[in-house]
């Protein structure tokens, strides 16, 4: 009967055990760029980076818009 | 369909344009900004999912548009159909290597190093050599009817390889790549639907420029074919 209530207890303890650095490991938490975003400096990075990609996107617009001109000709001097 | 995709919105450009523009812009200020599951090693370089992991996503699709030309070739022999197989793979390319830098440089930041040993880098290496060969071949013919018959043949040879090496081998080894030695899917990544909510329409987006490229790339090739035939005239 004690053995059985040994094994209970040594059972139970293992479930606490791992239950408790569960919760550790779930505190220690991983780091991610907060800094960044409480300061809210993050938005900056964000709005450069969308300027950039802007610009690229209208430069391809001028070239579309002079291969059509140039298709146009084409089509015109035949 | 043709009128449907050729439709324009504004500028003189087609709406499909409109929508690369609006989808990558959303990945690039959305991806940026939104929660991202905290995870050791990765931190917050997860959120690279949406611009290193789209490139090979778009690269794929791209490639694909140029293994169906060349096969549309090989069944009707119209010149158009190799023009836009040459230029998909040109992009499909442009794409692969963008996306093996920025593995590269992710790699080094979270693998610890430039380059691994691993199944899908290497499976990555080799792929992009294959392509640059089909590059290399197309080059070294004169003659247009044989070189894009060539081509073509090449190319199924080609994106075959590229499923072999990118989708098949990965899996069957281990590999550091989430969802490979076994399982398909992003595995970690799968688990959370706000990722998802970029990932998808930055796919989309990023395949989308792709194909913008791709367009205009064709258009001035069909331009330079025309003023060759006439000046023959």
């Known amino acids: ?78 | 369909m043709q009128k449907f995709f050729n439709l324009q919105l504004a500028f003189g450009l087609e709406w499909w344009k409109f929508l690369a523009i609006a989808l990558v812009l959303y990945a690039l200020i959305g991806g940026l900004l939104i929660d991202v599951p905290a995870l050791p090693i990765l931190h917050e370089t997860i959120r690279n999912l949406y611009y290193h992991v789209t490139q090979w996503f778009g690269m794929m699709i791209i490639l694909f548009v140029s293994l169906w030309h060349s096969i549309r070739y090989l069944s009707n022999f119209k010149m158009h159909h190799d023009f836009v197989a040459a230029e998909a793979a040109n992009v499909g390319i442009y794409m692969g290597i963008l996306g093996i830098v920025t593995g590269s440089v992710w790699a080094k930041f979270t693998w610890g190093a430039w380059w691994v040993s691993d199944a899908k880098l290497n499976g990555a290496a080799i792929t992009l050599l294959i392509y640059f060969a089909y590059l290399i071949l197309r080059n070294s013919m004169d003659e247009e009817q044989k070189r894009a018959r060539v081509a073509a043949v090449y190319n199924i040879f080609a994106f075959t390889m590229l499923i072999i090496f990118l989708m098949v081998l990965p899996r069957l080894t281990d590999s550091l790549h989430p969802g490979n030695g076994g399982n398909p899917g992003f595995g970690g990544y799968d688990l959370d639907n706000t990722m998802k909510l970029i990932f998808y329409p930055a796919v989309i987006g990023w395949t989308l420029l792709g194909v913008w490229l791709l367009q205009v790339c064709l258009r001035i090739r069909t331009l330079n074919h025309k003023m060759l035939i006439k000046q023959f005239k």
């Not at chain 1, 220690?28 to 993050?42: F, L, P």
């Not at chain 1, 818009?65 to 140039?70: A, E």
């Open chain 1, 1 to 78: 009967m004690w053995k059985k209530s040994l094994a209970f207890i040594a059972f139970c303890s293992l479930l606490l055990n791992s239950l408790l650095s569960f919760g550790q490991d779930s505190s220690s938490k991983v780091e991610m760029a907060e800094a960044m975003r409480s300061n809210g400096k993050i938005y900056v990075v964000v709005a450069v980076i969308a300027i950039i990609f802007i610009g690229l996107v209208i430069f391809l617009i001028t070239i579309d818009r002079k291969v059509k001109k140039l298709e146009k000709q084409m089509d015109e001097t035949k």
